[in-house]
């Protein structure tokens, strides 16, 4: 519906414009303003016709507006300034947008457009960490917003099995003695993540050690030995199944596990070296490197060991080459630690002349000093952080709720504790540095917690009814007042929100917009009454299509919009 309006006010400003002998062709973009009292969309295409007509932006504006047909669904068209503002006519619009609010809406039109999406991809060598979270709830969002906006999206996690750390943890188990034991309390990629500290430590203390690790690495990509390929494997899947409990705790889940193994076995890896050395780029000094100094990286790629074995960054680049091949689009989603390596897989790729990637880096995140304790005193583990969002959330229900039932507290619990890491983590853009404060992540007035808590209460309110919303019919003399027009125009900008949100990538957009509608629906919930009003049918409609919304919006997020809290 809110295409539709978009649509005819494009088409009411080109007409407009051909009337002042000026066909544009190409998209005209509206806008909206930063205040309501100046309308509700807004186009800047006054400033693109300034230097063309010679005319002051201003001016434009006015001489449009002197030539627009008002568009059905607006009540006036008016200059502001340099900018042409279209006001809508809510008494005509409500009614029929309010119709067009079902569980699929913020759905766009299908796009033809496959995206292999990669997060996560932690190696397999301990539990996921902060940082880790940060890059696989940005991914999983922006997978979910992507679909929303009619694109096709395979997410993957590209899983590190010949990297030198499992080879290491291999090393504990079959030349230390050390073992990982399935029977314990403890989950898996925990005692993983010690058996690989308890092995960092003896090769600090007997740097001979080093060469054993190298044999291992050497023989696993060589294939031949089924019984360490088996054991590589199952270090491997270990640590996978507890970083899955972990993810799917936070409602992560990822379409394919992709085993960089793979691309060595299958000669792909081969192909890209022999390639590059077709290409002209590679030399060689002890190892084979890929020499990028032509385009402006000084430091060169290494492809090949000097016993022959692969690195990480060729397989990576057999890893790109395959998922290009497969999808119109690759999207990584990476710590801004690796800007340098992302650009020589880039120049690399180029060389070869396969697609480059799409690469959205984040900065780090960080918790106050003294917020909350490790058990292993090295780093925050997410499940420690999950477990810690949930005992204080836990803690602020039973302060504000002596009615609800343990399994009721601890179910909201969970809810909001998990919505708060993931919704706190959203909020900001990728570039900027997070540093995790509970208070605000927390906050029922204005986190997480705050637009969950909307939801319920409409939820609360639909049930105090007693009224099937379906069999309810809008007022036909219904005029809607300043707060209930403010909970539509929120409600018509969502599925504008995700269109822009989609195309730059970015999911801050979206937690800024269920802020918005949360505020809105509080607002027009503690000013108007709903039950027992000569409008309650028309009121309980809107808090129906502002509990949908708000539950979509929140699904974006990866977060659950709770019933009761």
Same mark, same amino acid.
């Given at each position: 519906?809110?295409?539709? =309006?978009?649509?005819?006010?494009v088409?009411?400003?080109?007409?407009?414009?051909?009337?002042l002998?000026?066909?544009?062709?190409?998209?005209?973009?509206?806008?909206?303003?930063?205040?309501?009292?100046?309308?509700?969309?807004?186009? +800047?295409?006054?400033?693109k016709l300034?230097k063309?007509?010679?005319?002051?932006?201003?001016?434009?504006?006015?001489?449009?507006?002197?030539?627009?047909?008002v568009?059905?669904?607006?009540?006036?068209?008016?200059?502001?300034?340099?900018?042409?503002?279209?006001?809508?006519?809510?008494?005509?619009f409500?009614?029929?947008?309010l119709?067009?609010?079902?569980?699929?809406?913020?759905?766009?039109?299908?796009?033809?457009?496959?995206?292999?999406?990669?997060?996560?991809?932690?190696?397999?060598? %301990?539990?996921?960490?902060?940082?880790h979270?940060?890059?696989?709830?940005?991914?999983?969002?922006?997978?979910?917003?992507?679909?929303?906006?009619?694109?096709?999206?395979? +997410?993957?996690?590209?899983?590190?099995?010949?990297?030198?750390?499992?080879?290491?943890?291999?090393?504990?188990i079959?030349?230390?003695?050390?073992?990982?034991?399935?029977?314990?309390?403890?989950?898996?990629?925990?005692?993983?993540?010690?058996?690989?500290?308890?092995?960092?430590?003896?090769?600090?203390?007997?740097?001979?050690l080093?060469?054993?690790?190298?044999?291992?690495?050497?023989?696993?990509?060589?294939?031949? !030995?089924?019984?360490?390929?088996?054991?590589?494997?199952?270090?491997?899947?270990?640590?996978?199944?507890?970083?899955?409990?972990?993810?799917?705790?936070?409602?992560?889940?990822?379409?394919k596990?992709?085993?960089?193994?793979?691309?060595?076995?299958?000669?792909?890896?081969?192909?890209?070296?022999?390639e590059?050395?077709?290409?002209?780029?590679v030399?060689?000094?002890?190892?084979?490197?890929? !020499?990028?100094?032509?385009?402006?990286?000084?430091?060169?790629?290494?492809?090949r060991r000097?016993?022959?074995?692969?690195?990480?960054?060729?397989?990576?680049?057999a890893?790109?080459?395959?998922k290009?091949?497969?999808g119109?689009?690759?999207?990584?989603?990476? %710590?801004?630690?690796?800007?340098?390596?992302?650009?020589?897989?880039?120049?690399?790729?180029?060389?070869?002349?396969?697609?480059?990637?799409?690469?959205?880096?984040?900065?780090?995140? +960080?918790?106050?000093?003294?917020?909350?304790s490790?058990? *292993?005193?090295?780093f925050?583990?997410?499940?420690?952080?999950?477990?810690?969002?949930?005992?204080?959330?836990?803690?602020?229900?039973?302060?504000?709720?002596?009615d609800?039932? !343990?399994?009721?507290?601890?179910?909201?619990?969970?809810?909001?504790?998990? %919505?708060?890491?993931?919704?706190?983590?959203?909020?900001?853009?990728?570039?900027k540095h997070?540093?995790?404060?509970?208070?605000?992540?927390?906050?029922?007035?204005?986190?997480?917690?705050?637009?969950?808590?909307?939801?319920?209460?409409?939820?609360?309110?639909?049930?105090?009814s007693?009224?099937?919303?379906?069999?309810?019919?809008?007022?036909?003399?219904?005029?809607?007042?300043?707060?209930e027009?403010?909970?539509?125009?929120?409600?018509a900008?969502?599925?504008?929100?995700i269109?822009?949100s989609?195309?730059? *990538?970015r =999911?801050?957009?979206?937690?800024?917009?269920?802020?918005?509608?949360?505020?809105?629906?509080?607002?027009?919930?503690?000013?108007?009454?709903?039950?027992?009003?000569?409008?309650?049918?028309?009121?309980?409609?809107?808090?129906?299509?502002?509990?949908?919304?708000?539950?979509?919006?929140?699904?974006?997020?990866?977060?659950?919009a709770?019933?009761?809290?």
């Open positions: 519906m809110y295409f539709e =309006i978009e649509k005819l006010a088409q009411s400003l080109k007409k407009a414009l051909k009337k002998n000026f066909d544009e062709k190409e998209e005209i973009k509206l806008e909206f303003p930063p205040n309501p009292d100046l309308g509700d969309l807004a186009s +800047t295409i006054s400033f300034a063309i007509m010679k005319k002051s932006p201003n001016i434009i504006s006015q001489e449009i507006v002197d030539n627009i047909d568009p059905k669904y607006f009540k006036e068209v008016k200059p502001v300034g340099p900018y042409v503002n279209f006001f809508i006519d809510y008494d005509s409500s009614k029929d947008f119709k067009t609010i079902n569980n699929s809406y913020g759905d766009l039109e299908k796009v033809d457009e496959k995206i292999i999406l990669e997060h996560t991809s932690a190696n397999p060598n %301990g539990p996921l960490h902060i940082g979270g940060r890059n696989a709830i940005i991914g999983d969002s922006l997978s979910n917003l992507l679909k929303k906006s009619g694109r096709e999206v395979e +997410t993957q996690y590209y899983v590190n099995d010949m990297g030198r750390q499992i080879a290491m943890i291999v090393f504990g079959t030349e230390l003695d050390l073992t990982v034991e399935s029977q314990e309390a403890e989950k898996l990629d925990h005692q993983i993540g010690q058996l690989y500290f308890k092995v960092n430590e003896k090769i600090k203390e007997d740097e001979n080093v060469s054993n690790v190298d044999n291992l690495i050497k023989s696993y990509e060589g294939g031949n !030995d089924q019984n360490l390929n088996n054991l590589f494997e199952n270090v491997v899947n270990q640590c996978l199944d507890g970083v899955k409990q972990t993810l799917n705790r936070i409602h992560i889940k990822h379409d596990f992709v085993w960089e193994g793979q691309f060595v076995r299958n000669g792909d890896v081969n192909k890209v070296v022999y590059l050395k077709d290409a002209g780029f030399r060689e000094n002890e190892v084979v490197y890929l !020499d990028l100094i032509d385009f402006g990286i000084e430091k060169e790629l290494v492809l000097s016993d022959g074995t692969s690195l990480y960054s060729t397989r990576d680049l890893y790109h080459r395959w290009s091949s497969i119109d689009i690759v999207l990584d989603i990476l %710590g801004s630690d690796h800007k340098l390596a992302i650009d020589q897989i880039k120049y690399a790729l180029e060389i070869m002349e396969d697609k480059k990637p799409e690469v959205i880096f984040y900065e780090f995140i +960080t918790l106050p000093e003294g917020s909350m490790t058990r *292993r005193g090295v925050i583990s997410v499940d420690d952080l999950i477990d810690e969002a949930v005992k204080r959330a836990k803690n602020e229900i039973i302060s504000r709720r002596m609800l039932s !343990d399994e009721e507290i601890n179910k909201i619990a969970e809810e909001i504790g998990i %919505g708060a890491i993931r919704f706190y983590i959203a909020k900001l853009s990728p570039e997070i540093t995790f404060k509970w208070d605000e992540a927390l906050s029922f007035e204005k986190g997480c917690a705050s637009i969950q808590y909307a939801h319920a209460r409409a939820s609360k309110l639909i049930k105090k007693g009224k099937n919303i379906e069999d309810l019919n809008i007022n036909k003399e219904w005029s809607p007042n300043d707060n027009r403010n909970l539509i125009r929120t409600l900008k969502f599925t504008q929100v269109e822009d989609a195309n730059k *990538r =999911i801050h957009l979206i937690t800024q917009y269920c802020q918005d509608l949360a505020n809105s629906f509080n607002k027009f919930y503690k000013s108007e009454q709903v039950i027992d009003s000569p409008l309650e049918d028309t009121r309980l409609i809107l808090v129906e299509k502002s509990k949908i919304t708000l539950k979509n919006a929140l699904d974006i997020l990866g977060i659950s709770p019933e009761k809290m």
